[in-house]
């Protein structure tokens, strides 16, 4: 077993012992990503709106161990990459929290470009046994927020098993323990069998709507599948309402 998985197979074992967090390695891949140029660029009732959608996941998963959040959509193209992608910034910018954000969504990975960093391995090759954890994580230099890109692509077939596989559950889990905030990013629910897999692991789950562009039938089909899931279902971003400002509404669209 590599070195990752007994890292991983400690931090199941500190969990459930009361031991507190564990140390996960990170690599000494480092990315600068100025705090105040991004501060500069972002609108304040934005940074209001992505404050209140992190209250609200305080809220709705205060109960549970670990604050692994899913970020999905019903159809591809409304937004959900860059939700998470500034949530993460701006939970990252208290320096006291350690936040982390994975690429999983393979039929569109935006990650590492949002963030420049490259995308040489990634969770696909931690899944398949190709890479150390050590080896995907990307720390920017502020230090509060670490990325992890997805990787290699794989075809569908291959692709499914590894994020149905016990690496990915222990994956998340000591991810989870680990880290203050886990932000998810994955293909939207209706197009990629994989999500619901990865919704049914994480302890919070957020859709993205955009406003004017996905009809409210193809909406209640997507919340239906992720009111099935075991992840508590946050609530709605619906995205470019008004000046690409999202609202975040709780329950329903």
């Not at 209250?55 to 959900?80: C, L, P, Q, W, Y």
């Not at 690409?244 to 509404?249: L, S």
Request: include cysteine.
């Amino acid at each position: 077993m590599s070195k990752i998985f007994d890292a991983l197979r400690k931090a199941e074992t500190a969990k459930k012992s009361g031991s507190g967090k564990v140390s996960i390695p990170r690599t000494t891949k480092s990315v600068s990503r100025g705090k105040t140029s991004f501060m500069k660029g972002l609108d304040e009732n934005f940074r209001r709106s992505l404050l209140n959608l992190r209250n609200a996941i305080d809220s709705e998963i205060k109960k549970r161990d670990s604050r692994v959040v899913m970020f999905t959509s019903a159809v591809g193209g409304e937004g959900k990459t860059m939700i998470a992608s500034y949530l993460a910034r701006v939970l990252a910018l208290g320096e006291t929290e350690k936040i982390l954000i994975i690429d999983c969504a393979v039929n569109n990975p935006q990650i590492h470009d949002l963030f420049g960093v490259k995308n040489e391995k990634g969770v696909l090759d931690l899944l398949s046994g190709e890479a150390e954890l050590s080896e995907v994580i990307t720390v920017l230099d502020e230090g509060a927020l670490d990325i992890i890109t997805i990787g290699t692509i794989r075809s569908a077939d291959i692709t499914q098993p590894l994020f149905n596989s016990e690496r990915m559950r222990s994956f998340i889990n000591a991810v989870g323990e680990h880290y203050d905030y886990v932000l998810v990013d994955t293909s939207a629910i209706l197009e990629a069998p994989e999500t619901a897999i990865i919704g049914a692991l994480s302890t919070g789950i957020v859709i993205v709507v955009e406003a004017g562009r996905t009809k409210r039938e193809v909406i209640k089909r997507a919340m239906t599948m992720v009111e099935k899931l075991d992840g508590e279902f946050i609530g709605s971003v619906l995205n470019k309402k008004k000046y690409y400002i999202p609202e975040f509404i709780y329950r329903r669209v």
